[in-house]
């Protein structure tokens, strides 16, 4: 994958890989109820959530520089 010049490369795997990973160590200890409840808590109510949506934000926009 080419990019422009001094642009620098976002990498959508390594990013999705990552963000992954942080789920899984946060739910692995769960019970199915428990990753039920996990996944349905609205971005707005869960600080970790909101910063990675906002780490993620970041990535692109500076992808994109």
Not at 9 to 33: G, P, S, V, W
């Amino acid at each position: 994958m080419e990019t422009i010049k001094g642009q620098k490369e976002f990498n959508c795997l390594e990013m999705k890989r990552e963000i992954q990973a942080i789920i899984y160590e946060e739910i692995k200890d769960m019970t199915a109820e428990e990753r039920i409840l996990y996944f349905h808590i609205p971005p707005e109510q869960d600080p970790f959530r909101r910063y990675k949506r906002k780490k993620t934000t970041m990535m692109i926009e500076n992808a994109s520089v």
